[in-house]
């Protein structure tokens, strides 16, 4: 399609998405989404997914910082104190256990650095992070569709419309540059550049709506 304007003349270059531009997406989705489900008949393992609350006592004393309710941690991910995670291991759901750990000599607080501690926990949550599949279930959870035909046709959509949108920012600048060719003032191309810039945070803004 071609559009002429007091004589700028561009060509809106239309890209029709495909099939496998379409599964590709969902497929990214599905890996940048797990399933989380919720364990009730067994006890906590290292990669379980767990929500609980924990108390800090360094010398008996409750120490700032070491304190957190409905915190959620994958144990043996390593992101608390070497040998906390572990300590965790076995437990069930409404379990209180008392983990005993040794901050490391190099730790951020001189405070607490090599000192021993004492933290009182509670385990509210067991869960388990999978896969999904690419049916009904995934559509329904992650794309709000009744079907996994319906979220495919939606994801179509939206990719669709977000072409189209990229085609037109792409034919307002290269519109914008005929036009600053034609003045006696010329603008920078950071000037250029920063009109450009914003057209396209409004278009990201719209398209995240």
């Known amino acids: 399609m071609s559009f002429t304007y007091k004589g700028l003349s561009a060509i809106l270059e239309k890209h029709i998405i495909t099939e496998e531009e379409v599964n590709r997406q969902l497929v990214r989705l599905q890996q940048q989404t797990p399933r989380i489900a919720e364990v009730t008949d067994r006890a906590t393992q290292l990669g379980d997914e767990i929500v609980l609350d924990y108390a800090g006592f ?6 700032p910082g070491g304190t957190a309710q409905n915190q959620t941690l994958t144990l043996g991910s390593g992101m608390f104190i070497p040998g906390f995670e572990e300590q965790l291991v076995g437990a069930d759901v ?50 709000g569709c009744d079907t996994y035909d319906q979220m495919h046709a939606k994801m179509g959509e939206s990719l669709q419309a977000y072409s189209d ?22 603008p920078s191309e950071k000037q250029i550049e920063a009109e450009v810039g914003e057209q396209i945070q409004n278009l990201s803004a719209q398209l995240a709506q």
Do not use: W
């Open 58 to 63: 360094c010398d008996g004393v409750r120490f």
């Open 94 to 143: 409404g379990d209180h256990v008392t983990v005993n750990v040794t901050f490391p000599e190099a730790y951020h607080s001189d405070e607490l650095a090599g000192k021993a501690a004492r933290f009182e926990c509670t385990i509210h949550q067991i869960r388990t992070k999978g896969a999904y599949e690419l049916d009904d279930t995934f559509a329904k959870e992650v794309g």
């Open 165 to 186: 949108e990229r085609g037109e920012m792409d034919l307002q600048d290269r519109l914008l540059r005929q036009a600053a060719d034609t003045l006696d003032f010329t």
